[in-house]
């Protein structure tokens, strides 16, 4: 079974900037999809950000040109840079992993992230 380990999150005002890690279990990271997602209190989960096995990443355009995704496969862990971060951007974190279009059902305890004067 796969699990995801996230962290990284906090308070930090409107403007600032973090970096989320996510530690991945499993010998299949390095041929497997990477998403982050966010779910907001009273809110879906929604995919932020994604990586394929290969590198091509993919994201919404409310995070376009604020939110990198990258990910070191020999460290199987996956990082969300979160730049000029905005008070809508608040919500619990989560990555997941995905082969063939099919994510896991499988998540962490997510990592907190909270934009705020």
């Known amino acids: 079974q796969v699990q995801f380990v996230e962290s990284g999150g906090g308070l930090v005002q409107p403007g600032g900037s973090l970096q989320l890690s996510c530690a991945v279990s499993g010998s299949f990271f390095s041929i497997s999809g990477m998403g982050w997602y966010r779910q907001a209190p009273g809110k879906q989960r929604e995919l932020v950000e994604h990586?394929?096995?290969?590198?091509?990443?993919n994201y919404p355009d409310s995070v376009k040109g604020r939110f990198t995704i990258s990910r070191d496969n020999a460290k199987n862990t996956v990082y969300l840079q979160m730049n000029s971060l905005k008070p809508e951007d608040t919500a619990v974190y989560y990555c997941n992993s995905d082969r063939g279009g099919l994510r896991t059902p499988y998540w962490g305890q997510g990592t907190q992230v909270t934009v705020s004067t």
């Open positions: 990586i394929t096995h290969g590198g091509i990443t």
